[in-house]
């Protein structure tokens, strides 16, 4: 665990930073420090994940109805982000190479959402489980209708542009927050 660690630190972290040195700057300066740290918090959270179920190998692994769930929204959260950074990034030189990246990589999230969508799973939804997912549904809408309400005060002095793009992040990034609240809620009990 402490080899992947410093694989990590050494090896991912400075191939963002370049990535973040040879990115040119964007028409609006915030939308380049916005992708990255989403990006970079999406990669963070997928790392976690992968160690945090690399640690559990030893207990026996159980694919149960909160397991597909996670699945089936981190992947979806992943696609529409994936989509959103194909609209809202420049057109690179040669114009198919964009293309072919985010391409293949959108592909790759729908393959991998649609196994956890087709996994057979043995677990019957409980109350508890309607009662969380319920309680996530509704901690995120309170989340959108407060960044809305923020986002009308903040055009209302500063006015700006929303963008497609702009808008599957903010799905994206919603669907990993009610991903999120449903974990707390879950291990609250």
């Not at 630190?9 to 040879?22: N, Y």
């Not at 026996?60 to 959260?77: H, I, S, V, W």
């Not at 198919?96 to 969508?117: D, M, Q, R, T």
Request: some cysteine; hydrophobic content about 55%.
């Amino acid at each position: 665990m402490k080899h992947i660690k410093k694989w990590l630190i050494w090896t991912w972290l400075p191939v963002m930073l370049l990535l973040w040195l040879l990115t040119p700057p964007s028409n609006s300066p915030w939308i380049k420090h916005t992708v990255f740290l989403v990006t970079i918090t999406m990669q963070g959270l997928i790392f976690w994940l992968v160690s945090k179920a690399q640690s559990q190998e030893d207990e026996e692994k159980y694919f149960g109805l909160t397991e597909k769930l996670y699945g089936m929204t981190l992947f979806t959260a992943m696609a529409i982000y994936t989509k959103g950074i194909w609209i809202i990034t420049p057109a690179t030189s040669p114009i198919w190479l964009k293309h072919l990246f985010l391409g293949s990589g959108l592909f790759v999230l729908i393959l991998c959402f649609l196994y956890f969508a087709l996994k057979k799973v043995d677990e019957q939804a409980d109350e508890r489980f309607y009662m969380n997912l319920a309680k996530a549904a509704c901690t995120t809408l309170v989340l959108i209708v407060l960044s809305l309400i923020v986002l009308s005060i903040v055009t209302f002095f500063l006015p700006f542009t929303l963008r497609t793009g702009m808008v599957l992040i903010f799905t994206a990034s919603m669907i990993v927050f009610f991903d999120l609240f449903f974990l707390i809620f879950e291990k609250r009990g």
